[in-house]
């Protein structure tokens, strides 16, 4: 495999990177840094990395030449920000994926995986969620997914081209920006506790979600482009925690309380999320993720 990795100087691409890297195959990036960083990736010699944006058809033709899998992560990641500037965040995330889409079919690119998310699931109405469960995203970023999906499923039946959503639940880890106000909860909680400030729980903090370790993600996106799955696939451990467990695993590997604070909960926030993750274990053979505390660990060593 030559891989193209967009957004590859981001959270969950440059963890891709490196172990896209280390099987020892040859990567090329495009990111237009917005949110991503240059120091996210190594020096090698098989990494060349092109500055560009994904919503011109010419950079993304230059960067695809000689390619034979796409992995594409570019997007405008925040769901704040896609219901605050709708037709910015779709101009990247709807028209900047089809420009890759399109120049994947065009070059006879063998494999294309694609950033999907759980947002399009939106408020699921029975739990776990498998992925033949209804889409009903309640922003316009998770629509944006949605929309994917279906461009994706389209050009793999009318012009044969291997497509795969990868539907990534909570993902943690290094190198997730912890400035954000949108940023995850985990990197959030974990630069407070640093800083000794306490952590803000929107609501009673026992709202559930999935966390899934960044290593895992990178895992689960290499194997993807190995693999011949197509269609979408759930990226998640399978197993659900309350806010409030996070706390406490949060404390004993810092070795100390958190101090808590709870306020309102977040308006639109998602009650309980809880994944059918059967089809990453089963056709990408991804299993035995992270546990929690030592993904916790890894993170508090790096958010210094
Ligand atoms: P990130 O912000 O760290 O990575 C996104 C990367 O894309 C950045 O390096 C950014 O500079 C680049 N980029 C943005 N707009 C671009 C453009 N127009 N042209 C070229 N490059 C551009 O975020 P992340 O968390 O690593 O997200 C990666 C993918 O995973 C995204 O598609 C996101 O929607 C999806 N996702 C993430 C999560 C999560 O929990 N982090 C959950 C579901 C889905
Ligand atoms: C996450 C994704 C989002 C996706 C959704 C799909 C991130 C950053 N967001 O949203 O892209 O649409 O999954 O299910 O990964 N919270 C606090 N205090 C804080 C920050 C958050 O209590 O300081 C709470 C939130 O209200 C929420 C939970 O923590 O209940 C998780 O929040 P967050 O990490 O932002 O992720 P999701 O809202 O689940």
């Known amino acids: 495999m030559r891989v193209l990795v967009t957004g590859g100087a981001g959270f969950i691409g ?3 990177v490196e172990r896209l890297l280390a099987q020892g195959y040859p990567v090329r990036v495009l990111d237009d840094f917005s949110t991503g960083h240059l120091d996210n990736l190594p020096h090698h010699s098989r990494l060349s990395i092109i ?5 011109s058809r010419r950079v993304v033709e230059e960067a695809m030449q ?4 796409v992995l594409h992560l570019a997007a405008q990641v925040s769901v704040a920000a896609s219901v605050e500037a709708p037709v910015s965040s779709a101009s990247i995330n709807v028209t900047g994926f089809l420009n890759v889409l399109d120049a994947a079919r065009a070059q006879r690119v063998r494999r294309l995986v694609y950033a999907s998310s759980a947002a399009v699931y939106g408020m699921p109405a029975r739990l776990p969620i498998d992925e033949d469960a209804p889409t009903a995203p309640i922003s316009p970023y998770g629509l944006e997914k ?61 709202q559930t979600r999935d966390f ?11 194997a ?18 309350s806010l409030r467990t996070l706390i406490k695993a949060l404390g004993a590997v810092a070795g100390k309380q ?24 089963t056709a990408l053979r991804v299993s035995e993720f992270e546990p929690l505390g030592r993904g916790l660990t ?4 790096s958010c210094a």
């Open 14 to 16: 440059s963890h891709t």
């Open 51 to 55: 500055t560009g944006d994904i919503r």
């Open 66 to 69: 000689g390619v034979t899998h």
């Open 146 to 206: 949605e929309i994917n999906d279906r461009y994706a499923a389209l050009y793999r039946d009318l012009y044969g081209l291997p497509t795969l959503g990868l539907r990534y639940f909570n993902v943690y880890g290094p190198r997730q920006d912890p400035n954000s106000p949108y940023s995850g909860v985990i990197s959030i909680f974990c630069r407070r506790l640093r800083e000794a400030r306490p952590l803000s729980v929107f609501g009673d903090g026992l």
């Open 212 to 222: 899934i370790y960044v290593g895992d993600v990178a895992r689960a996106n290499a």
């Open 224 to 241: 993807a482009l190995e693999g011949g799955l197509t269609g979408v696939c759930n990226v998640a451990t399978g197993e659900s925690i």
């Open 258 to 281: 958190p101090l808590v604070s709870y306020g309102e909960a977040r308006a639109g926030d998602i009650r309980e999320s809880a994944a059918d993750n059967r089809r990453l274990v």
């Open 298 to 301: 890894r993170l508090w060593a």
